[in-house]
């Protein structure tokens, strides 16, 4: 079994694949995507998405981190990731799952699910643009709107060359809207000849023995559940190998998410505040002790005030009201 860490745009950053790697579990990471239009990109684009690049493509921790392209042109699909292939990815992941009004607008993500000809040409112009030695793979959901073409798209991307297929277990119509179908994905796992992997809604061990049982696959990724408990790969591995595992406590989670925001090398001015409060928000799910932070944040939007509340927060979580 390997478990792998979902891309996530604008919430799994470099920093974030490192410090979610370093306490073991996971197998591989995939960048936010980089969306590809009619042009070639030049590497800083690439190197912006994964600083890993000037590391030979891997964490600190050495969990390798596939490039993620998007986009809906086969011929500059090839061109984009012949252009990444100097850089040396440890693989070549393609998203034909984003459900963003703007990115299937423009025909690309779980638009082309509609279109599994279109879907096989991009496979194959990518496949065939990078060293047969370089992984591709793709991330697909069951359908746009139902599970109509599922197999026929698992086909082409078979035929396209594609290593391995990841599958989030709904449609786009169905967003991120519990419950992920995870049996929906046997009919293609039980068939083709490639690694499926199993994706969505899941939260916790029990869950990835769920999916892993009603998909068929071995391999899971895993989104949100990452963020609302940071060492739930290693639960998940323990649970698997049947180790002991001590689960990390509240106020060690908290020392992850302050080394985070203190690692991280995003400017912006309001980039500590709101992702804290959006990280705060995916750990209440498991810590109910996230939410008294989150109140004492909120309306902050200054760096150096909000680490002055986690400072306070940690000398004394929760004051009496005067
Ligand atoms: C905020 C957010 C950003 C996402 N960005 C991407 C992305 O860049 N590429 C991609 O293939 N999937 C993206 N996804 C989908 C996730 O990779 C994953 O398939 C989905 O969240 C279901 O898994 P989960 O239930 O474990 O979260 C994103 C999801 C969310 C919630």
Request: aromatic share 8%.
């Amino acid at each position: 079994m390997r478990t792998f860490l979902a891309p996530m745009e604008g919430v799994i950053d470099y920093e974030m694949r490192d410090i979610l790697t370093q306490r073991g579990g996971y197998h591989r990471c995939v960048t936010e995507f980089i969306r590809v239009n009619n042009q070639v990109l030049p590497e800083k684009v690439f190197l912006r998405f994964s600083p890993e690049l000037n590391h030979g493509g891997m964490t600190s921790h050495g969990i390798p981190v596939y490039l993620q392209l998007l986009g809906g042109n086969p011929k500059f699909m090839g061109l984009n990731a012949a252009r990444a292939q100097t850089l040396e990815p440890p693989g070549i992941d393609i998203n034909f799952g984003c459900p963003s009004k703007t990115v299937t607008r423009n025909e690309g993500g779980s638009a082309l699910l509609k279109e599994p000809a279109r879907i096989g040409d991009i496979v194959t112009a990518v496949r065939d643009s990078v060293d047969p030695k370089i992984p591709v793979t793709a991330k697909i959901r069951l359908g746009f709107s139902s599970h109509d073409y599922l197999d026929e798209v698992a086909d082409r991307i078979v035929s396209g060359g594609a290593t391995e297929l990841c599958i989030h277990a709904r449609t786009r119509e169905d967003r991120y809207k519990p419950p992920a179908y995870w049996s929906a994905v046997r009919q293609v796992a039980d068939r083709i000849s490639i690694p499926v992997i199993i994706n969505g809604e899941i939260w916790s061990a029990e869950d990835a023995i769920q999916a892993q049982k009603q998909s068929g696959c071995n391999d899971i990724m895993l989104g949100r559940g990452a963020l609302t408990c940071p060492d739930i790969a290693a639960r998940i591995e323990a649970e698997h190998t049947g180790r002991n595992y001590e689960m990390i406590s509240w106020g060690e989670t908290l020392d992850i998410v302050i080394r985070y925001l203190n690692n991280s090398s995003n400017k912006h001015p309001r980039f500590t505040s709101n992702r804290l409060k959006q990280w705060l928000v995916f750990l209440q799910r498991h810590y109910p002790q996230a939410e008294a932070l989150f109140q004492r944040v909120k309306r902050l939007k200054n760096r150096d005030e909000v680490f002055e509340q986690i400072g306070k927060y940690q000398k004394n979580p929760n004051p009496q009201p005067e």
